[in-house]
């Protein structure tokens, strides 16, 4: 079951990129544009809600203390 699961997500994920690309090259229909701007609104959320959780935990990519 949830190999089920983690494949539909990869499926949705591979189809969403897809239709970036196809929004990116210009000759996109309109439900295409929608997927792609819902796909990189997704990928915003989760780059963002990423990064909270590395910051709060203390381990913060960003920060390096080479002196």
């Not at 239709?19 to 997927?35: I, Y």
């Amino acid at each position: 079951m949830l190999v089920l699961i983690l494949s539909v997500v990869v499926l949705l994920a591979i189809g969403g990129c897809g239709c970036v690309f196809w929004a990116a090259r210009g000759d996109a229909p309109r439900w295409a544009r929608g997927v792609a701007k819902a796909t990189l609104l997704g990928s915003e959320l989760t780059r963002s809600a990423s990064g909270k959780s590395r910051t709060q935990s203390g381990q913060d990519i960003s920060s390096s203390s080479d002196s």
